[in-house]
């Protein structure tokens, strides 16, 4: 009967938690649709169903163990205390840690012995066990930056000198190396470490010898960097285009000079402005035609008389010619015929230079001629300023100024019209033969001096200062301008026998053009700009490129084709 009554007071319980739970369970679907709600919008909690590394699933699983054990006693506990709700927990672990939308709080419910409560741990961060705190969810991760190993790049990784560190430190680690260095001198030890710097390039001991990602581009060449920085954070750099042009170190053409006469104080070389080149070959002159390479002897002279100086004049029909007796000579070269002799020094004419219908003449005796060559009395002046022969004689582009440059090592400056110099250079100490006027800048003069001067000074006429000096280390024989690249180009000596290129106003060095193989002797200009011709000792003639213009910046100029130089070959037959 104890038995019956027992079970149908079970029963009885039974039947009235069932009816309990039935009312509960529209209630229940209620607040579990709230929590799944809540979850799906939840944005700071774990990606469902994404998978974790190993070290988390296993600080989870540890976790996992740790709340099971804890819950199993905290639903003991509560099992004992007889309470009316503790059978209502069925369904509470799936909706124990979330709050419904406007809602208060879900009444607490325990979870029944024998359920498996694995959400707790993924879910389980609201709930607190009696006794004791859950841990935190938080688990170490591996660190991004960490690798598990390290694979040197062995194609930048210099092993020799890996293997050397290496064996050094073991050495140092066996105390080996110390008692040895105890025993070296303050010398030795100095000689030691700048042997270590040798060998390593300037790099530090201390300097990494693995290689683990392709080397950085080096900085440019002279660019300091102590930190050894192994990438730059700015723009890349960009190649630049050439700060110079290409100059070649060939000449475009060479002409034989028999008989060329070795003397510094001569000038046999002038370039007209009809493309016709006259040389002097000892007591010959011969036009070469620019246009079509032919060439043609203009005159020869009885011994012991030879050709001492040439110079075209302006518009290039007429070539004057000194001669060694004293005597001036003008020719029609298209007719090569002789037009005039004009006399009055005694001593050989070694320089002439034109201004308009003015023949100005330099000789050996130190005085200068001005002729008036329309005119039957030539002689219209004379200028005494030289004590020794005057070697280098040019009139100004504007033809106001006249230089004159002499054995005595002075250069004077004349004005037109007057017998008086208006300034006289003596900072040269040796003959002054290369004299030559900067072809846009009227005022602007270059002076060159011998072996024992070497130098290249450049002159403002106009207040008599020096503007500027270079030391050359070689006899300096002539000097000519470009106006198209604001260069002059000057012809030298032993030992190189060379042709240097100068960038105006630096006078930084452009190029050294070599190949004659003795000292150069006259340098001259062609009538477009471009190229430089020069005669040597060696009894050569060099044409070089040295100023070679754009097709597009070039003026279309019928210098080349070698027209008829002859102002009576343009009479109408």
């Not at 201004?355 to 005119?375: C, E, K, P």
Request: charged share 20%.
């Amino acid at each position: 009967m104890v038995s019956d009554k027992h079970d149908l007071g079970a029963s009885t319980t039974f039947r009235q938690d069932s009816v309990e739970l039935c009312g509960e369970w529209p209630r229940m679907s209620h607040l579990l649709f709230d929590a799944k709600l809540t979850e799906a919008l939840r944005m700071d909690g774990d990606l469902p169903r994404v998978p974790v590394n190993r070290l988390q699933r296993k600080a989870q699983e540890q976790n996992v163990n740790y709340l099971s054990i804890n819950n199993e006693n905290s639903l003991a506990s509560i099992s004992d205390g007889n309470s009316p709700r503790s059978a209502k927990s069925a369904h509470s672990g799936s909706f124990i840690d979330y709050k419904s939308p406007g809602r208060g709080k879900s009444p607490a419910r325990n979870k029944t012995p024998g359920h498996v409560a694995p959400k707790l741990s993924v879910r389980g961060a609201g709930q607190k066990t009696p006794g004791r705190k859950t841990p935190g969810r938080k688990t170490p991760t591996t660190p991004f930056n960490q690798q598990d190993r390290f694979i040197p790049n062995r194609s930048t990784t210099d092993l020799e000198r890996s293997h050397q560190l290496l064996v050094n430190n073991m050495e140092a680690s066996g105390g080996e190396k110390n008692s040895e260095e105890d025993l070296l001198t303050l010398q030795q030890k100095e000689y030691r470490e700048k042997m270590t710097e040798n060998l390593n390039d300037g790099q530090q001991p201390d300097t990494r010898i693995l290689s683990f990602k392709n080397k950085a581009p080096q900085g440019k060449e002279g660019h300091v960097n102590n930190l050894k920085v192994l990438y730059s954070a700015g723009k890349p750099m960009v190649p630049k285009a050439a700060s110079t042009r290409h100059i070649p170190n060939v000449p475009e053409k060479v002409l034989d000079a028999p008989e060329l006469v070795d003397d510094y104080y001569l000038h046999l070389l002038d370039w007209s402005t009809n493309n016709h080149l006259a040389v002097a070959l000892n007591s010959s002159v011969y036009i070469w035609n620019g246009g079509d390479g032919a060439i043609t002897a203009l005159t020869q002279l009885v011994d012991p008389d030879y050709v001492c100086s040439l110079s075209w004049i302006k518009e290039g029909n007429v070539l004057g010619i000194g001669l060694s007796s004293g005597a001036t000579q003008l020719w029609d070269v298209a007719q090569q015929k002789l037009i005039r002799t004009m006399d009055g020094h005694q001593n050989r004419v070694t320089t002439l230079s034109w201004n308009a219908y003015i023949l100005s003449s330099g000789s050996r005796s130190g005085h200068i001629f001005n002729h008036d060559v329309r005119v039957a009395q030539h002689h219209v002046s004379t200028l005494q300023g030289h004590t020794q022969e005057v070697c280098g004689l040019k009139w100004s582009p504007d033809g106001r100024l006249l230089a004159s440059g002499g054995n005595d090592n002075q250069v004077n400056i004349w004005e037109r019209g007057s017998t008086t110099p208006l300034h006289t250079f003596t900072e040269h100490q040796a003959a002054v033969k290369a004299v030559s006027w900067c072809p846009w800048q009227n005022n602007l003069l270059s002076t060159g001096g011998g072996t024992a001067d070497r130098t290249i000074r450049l002159w403002n006429c106009t207040t008599g200062i020096c503007l500027k000096d270079v030391a050359t280390n070689s006899q300096v024989s002539s000097i000519v301008w470009s106006s198209h690249y604001k260069e002059l180009v000057s012809g030298h000596g032993f030992s190189n026998n060379q042709l240097t290129i100068w960038k105006y106003p630096t006078m930084a060095k452009v190029a050294d053009l070599t190949g004659h193989t003795g000292r150069v002797l006259e340098l001259c200009v062609s009538p477009d700009g471009e190229m430089v011709v020069s005669a040597a000792a060696d009894e050569t003639i060099r044409i070089w490129k040295c100023w070679a213009v754009d097709k597009k910046d070039k003026k279309q100029a019928d210098s080349s084709k070698g027209q008829p130089i002859s102002m009576f070959a343009r009479t109408i037959r």
